[in-house]
């Protein structure tokens, strides 16, 4: 495997650069050349609109991110809710190598929250304190002066460092605040601890070159980025499409962490995407001086599609380096040059960012030692019984379909441990349909209320303008419960006509938040069921029940 960039040794947390590389000694000037990347997928990602992951979702993205070798991973926000603190304990327990961080306000109990939840990470747990400092999140949300602004963030910053070394305070819409404050936040919170400040593009306002001054001011201005007593970090978002070229402009500029998420999820139109900038710094390395990170690039895909299917959001096609035409060649001139010299038109090697040679397809005939041989080739890491299920509807698939590829393995996973207690599940499905006759669906639908009692099994017919309409009717009738469908897509996982059909769902039950569900099924019209009824059973199951109407 090819690295690039400095080594990381995890434990930073005495003063936060040192365990980052070599550093460049300059007239005072300690510019490492080593770039954090701080991974908010989990976090900032999951805040986005239906794309709340359970725990043992979050699991798995938590494991493919430390083999992506991110630095730092920001694990939730444990004081949101019982979810949420559980995730972040329990990825600050069992995920070795990156620094974990939990995410709270200025205020007592959300520290001590984020203390508690990061704990088990012992010197790789880091506190993430923010509070507003920009003169509208000032006067018209906090009410408050410059001054009491200061008192709070150092009071929380000392309150952070009482339980760990390594705290990290965020000036919340910190590109629309004014400089000189900004600049005696920096210093003032590092005069209480804190080890790194991030600068965030609350609301994706910043231009390029103008946040790239910004930051270059705090730099010149704040002796302790200089002298490396504590790290410049950003966090932009994409609203204006800028949060990547921001990012970057920062590093330019002094910036040493930068907050991203896999596919750029996250609020609104999202965040930095880690592939984009990671890519950036290594492609363009001499513009970036040299700057380097410790991502393994050869994860990137794989990253990519995990946490699509996780989120249950889809990655455009021409998403740069992870969408399916990133390094898809349509016209004959480029297709010619690519041949002839793959430098001509491609500016990255696909394998360098994992795409490229499958392993070879499995069959009906595969035993449940290759699959879960595969299965862990892929990066999970399931119990007995999860492969004991996948396994199952790998051989009901592998009866359908000549070859099962690794895209549809995967996407049983996905399937599977989504699967939060199947309160209901698909017992049996007919459908008629045609252009000349009103489609009808009979759904036979298991109920499993305790495990310790034999599941009740009901059955009842719907109709509906379509025959997907039928059979979402038909499972309404049945478990008396309404969900409205707000968004519906399908794809199909591999190639052929014998393809598995995936369809992803964000359903509306009248919580705050839609419910996302997925299904996979060589059988479009039982992959839409499986797919709602896995929303449905999400929406019945514990942590959907948490309230996140509260995140900031
Ligand atoms: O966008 C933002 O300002 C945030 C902070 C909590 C860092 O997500
Ligand atoms: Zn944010």
């Known amino acids: 495997m090819r690295r690039w960039g400095f080594c990381y040794t995890p434990g930073l947390s005495k003063k936060a650069v040192d365990g980052f590389g070599k550093r460049k000694e300059h007239n005072n000037d300690m510019k490492t050349n080593r770039l954090i990347i701080f991974d908010t997928t989990l976090r900032d990602g999951e805040q986005c609109p239906g794309a709340s992951m359970n725990l043992r979702e979050k699991m798995q993205v938590a494991r493919q991110l430390a083999r992506l070798k991110v630095d730092v991973i920001e694990a939730g926000f444990p004081v949101i809710s019982d979810g949420d603190f559980t995730s972040v304990r329990t990825i600050a327990r069992e995920i070795k190598g990156p620094m974990i961080a939990g995410l709270a306000r200025c205020v007592p109990k959300d520290i001590d929250a984020a203390a508690e939840a990061v704990k088990p990470a012992g010197r790789r747990g880091r506190i993430h304190v923010f509070l507003a400092t920009s003169k509208i999140h000032r006067e018209f949300k906090l009410g408050k002066a410059q001054d009491e602004i200061l008192r709070l963030a150092v009071e929380g910053v000392k309150r952070a460092r009482s339980y760990v070394e390594d705290v990290e305070f965020s000036p919340e819409d910190g590109s629309r605040t004014e400089p000189e404050f900004l600049v005696q936040v920096c210093r003032a919170v590092i005069g209480a601890g804190a080890t790194t400040v991030n600068i965030p593009d609350t609301v994706g ?3 390029p070159e103008l946040f790239g001054k910004l930051i270059g001011r705090l730099y010149e201005e704040v002796t302790e980025f200089r002298s490396g007593k504590a790290v410049i970090s ?14 970057l402009a920062a590093v330019r500029a002094g910036a040493r962490q930068v907050e991203c998420t896999v596919n750029g999820i996250g609020e609104r139109a999202g965040n930095a995407a880690l592939e984009e900038v990671v890519m950036a710094l290594k492609t363009r390395n001499e513009y970036f001086n040299q700057i380097g990170c410790g991502v393994n690039t050869r994860e990137i895909v794989r990253s990519s599609r995990l946490v699509s299917r996780m989120s249950s959001l889809l990655v455009q096609r021409n998403k740069a380096i992870v969408g399916e035409n990133a390094f898809a060649h349509a016209s004959g001139i480029h297709q010619d040059g690519v041949l002839k010299k793959r430098e001509t038109y491609e500016i990255m090697d696909p394998e360098e960012v994992g795409w490229g040679k499958s392993e070879l397809p499995l069959t009906k005939h595969s035993g449940r030692a290759a699959v879960a041989a595969r299965l862990r080739h892929l990066g999970f890491k399931l119990s007995e019984g999860d492969v004991q299920a996948i396994f199952a509807r790998f051989k009901e698939i592998g009866d359908k379909k000549k070859f099962v590829y690794d895209d549809d393995l995967t996407a049983l996973v996905g399937g599977h441990i989504t699967e939060v207690p199947e309160t209901w599940s698909l017992d049996y499905l007919s459908v008629s349909s045609g252009s000349q006759i009103v489609p009808t669906a009979t759904v036979r639908l ?10 009740e099994v009901s ?6 303008d379509g025959p997907v309409d039928a059979a979402l009717k038909a ?8 969900g409205r469908l707000v968004d519906y897509s399908i794809r199909a996982v591999s190639q052929g006509k014998d393809a598995l059909g995936e369809v992803t ?12 569900g997925k299904g996979a099924s060589t059988d479009i019209i039982e992959a839409s069921a499986r797919a709602y009824l896995n929303a449905l059973n999400r929406f019945l199951s514990v942590d959907q029940k948490d309230d996140k109407s509260s995140q900031p």
């Open 234 to 247: 950003v966090h932009c978002h994409n609203d204006l499409g800028l949060a990547v070229a921001n990012s």
């Open 505 to 516: 769902v964000k359903v509306d039950f009248g919580q705050a938040k839609l419910v996302p």
């Open 459 to 464: 059955q009842d017919a719907g109709t509906g």
């Open 446 to 455: 298991r109920r499993q209320r305790n495990k310790k009692k034999e599941p």
């Open 475 to 482: 499972i309404d009738r049945l478990t008396k419960i309404h």
């Open 205 to 207: 306002w910043a231009m």
